[in-house]
């Protein structure tokens, strides 16, 4: 059974920085391309940012470029997510999630397994 489970999220003053985690069983988590969503109340889930498996390049949203970093502990089975200077418009559930394709997908429909989702709030 493949489980993605994040954690990380919380509450943070603008400005601030979070790192998430996001660490899979069930599969060799460099196999896959895994990406991070967000989804705000009232929003449709974005796309973050997404790598290829065996860090087979990387794409960003615009919104997070300069701020936001992907990163891959394989020995650990992990994936992080980095967020500097964050803003209010930030706040959302993260969502990491996997699939087993080539590419780089920032769909989030195109992904074949989910974590539950943390929690971001960033105050003004």
């Known amino acids: 059974e493949v489980q993605l489970v994040e954690s990380g999220g919380g509450l943070v003053q603008a400005g601030g920085s979070l790192r998430l985690s996001c660490a899979a069983s069930?599969?060799?988590?460099?196999?896959?391309?895994v990406g991070w969503f967000r989804q705000a109340p009232g929003n449709k889930r974005e796309g973050v940012l997404c790598v290829g498996r065996n860090n087979g390049g990387t794409w960003i949203a615009d919104s997070v470029k300069g701020r936001f970093t992907i990163s891959r502990d394989n020995a650990k089975n992990t994936v992080y997510l980095q967020m500097n200077s964050l803003k209010p418009e930030d706040t959302a559930v993260y969502y990491c999630a996997a699939r087993n394709s080539p590419g780089i997908i920032s769909l989030w429909d195109q992904y074949d397994y989910w974590g539950q989702g943390t929690q971001v709030t960033v105050s003004s």
């Open positions: 069930g599969i060799t988590f460099d196999n896959y391309a």
